[in-house]
Nanobody, 124 residues
């Protein structure tokens, strides 16, 4: 069984930083995609960043480019999302997910396994 667990959320002021962690275990596909999504209150879930584990290829939504960095530690089965220069509009529940063969890293429907989420709140 695949387990996905996020951590690292919290409350910060605008301009601050947080680092989210995602531990995904129970799968053996080295070519999996690990994605971070977020869902602001009253809005749809949107893709933030993703990493293709085999080639360490990284993808970012335009809204976070230059501010967020996704990385992985294969030895720990952990993917990180370093979030800098946070803005109030970054406030959302952040989810980590695993996709085995996504048509697009942005499509949440392509992801097979999801964590429970971790809340990020950015105050102005």
């Amino acid at each position: 069984q695949v387990y996905v667990v996020e951590s690292g959320g919290g409350s910060v002021q605008a301009g601050g930083s947080l680092r989210l962690s995602c531990v995904a275990s129970g799968y053996t596909y080295s070519n999996a995609y690990i994605g971070w999504f977020r869902q602001p209150p009253g809005n749809e879930r949107e893709g933030v960043a993703a990493i293709y584990r085999y080639g360490n290829v990284k993808y970012y939504a335009d809204s976070v480019k230059g501010r967020f960095t996704i990385s992985q530690d294969n030895a720990k089965n952990t993917v990180y999302l370093q979030m800098n220069s946070l803005k109030p509009e970054d406030t959302a529940m952040y989810y980590c997910a695993v996709a085995l063969h996504p048509a697009s890293w942005l499509l949440s429907s392509e992801y097979n396994y999801w964590g429970q989420g971790t809340q990020v709140t950015v105050s102005s």
